[in-house]
T-cell receptor, first 112, second 116 residues
Framework: NAGVTQTPKFQVLKTGQSMTLQCAQD?????MSWYRQDPGMGLRLIHYSVGAGITDQGEVPNGYNVSRSTTEDFPLRLLSAAPSQTSVYFC???????????FGPGTRLTVL | DQQVKQNSPSLSVQEGRISILNCDYT??????FLWYKKYPAEGPTFLIS?????DKNEDGRFTVFLNKSAKHLSLHIVPSQPGDSAVYFC???????????????FGKGTKLSVIP
């Protein structure tokens, strides 16, 4: 099993550009989440999904869209990147509960 | 308003001694608590958890204590090893384990350095 994979590892965008951060898991987990980690801020939940076709907002959803068309994939879309979205983004998945939540290696995004 | 607080940004401990990492929370609805460990350039990894119906949970060298009345939990690592050097995040959920408990609120983290 590859676990949770994220691509790309690094990305630099200009203000206003759009992009999609990819996340995939091969553990047949129902629950998937996106977090961002900023210096001195810990991890904050952006969006989450409890299964294919179902998504919901977390603590900091503004500026981000998600969809969950398959169990395996949970992409995060930035529609118009802003410097405030410069961060490290982590995707996570779990089967039934938070104690088995597995995190991907992260995507470091810089918006100029 | 920060609902999960880790007031010590960093902690240094000698190898073989005890490391104690602290976490306070303000939301009385939190029902399930977890500790995650994070190495640089990697995602967090689950370490240990505790339900609000317990006051202690142990797993090898790691023990988590929960004081609900004080809204305080702590992670004890005994004995500390150099490989334990990492950032430790405290997290909390308003749901019991397995029932929506993936909705986590994280603290800012404490960087532990274990000195050989």
């Amino acid at each position: 099993n590859a676990g949770v994979t994220q691509t790309p590892k690094f990305q630099v965008l200009k203000t206003g550009q759009s992009m999609t951060l990819q996340c995939a898991q091969d553990m047949n987990h129902e629950y998937m989440s996106w977090y961002r980690q900023d210096p001195g801020m810990g991890l904050r939940l952006i969006h989450y999904s409890v299964g294919a076709g179902i998504t919901d907002q977390g603590e900091v959803p503004n500026g981000y869209n998600v969809s969950r068309s398959t169990t395996e994939d949970f992409p995060l879309r930035l529609l118009s990147a802003a410097p405030s979205q410069t961060s490290v983004y982590f995707c996570a998945s779990s089967l039934t509960g938070a104690d088995t939540q597995y995190f991907g290696p992260g995507t470091r995004l810089t918006v100029l | 308003d920060q609902q999960v607080k880790q007031n010590s940004p960093s902690l240094s401990v000698q190898e073989g001694r005890i490391s104690i990492l602290n976490c306070d929370y303000t939301n009385s609805m939190f029902d399930y608590f977890l500790w995650y460990k994070k190495y640089p350039a990697e995602g967090p990894t689950f370490l240990i958890s505790i339900s609000s119906i317990k006051d202690k949970n142990e797993d090898g060298r790691f023990t988590v204590f929960l004081n609900k009345s004080a809204k305080h939990l702590s992670l004890h690592i005994v004995p500390s090893q150099p490989g334990d050097s990492a950032v430790y995040f405290c997290a909390a959920s308003p749901h019991p384990a397995g029932a929506g408990s993936y909705q986590l609120t994280f603290g800012k983290g404490t960087k532990l350095s274990v000195i050989p």
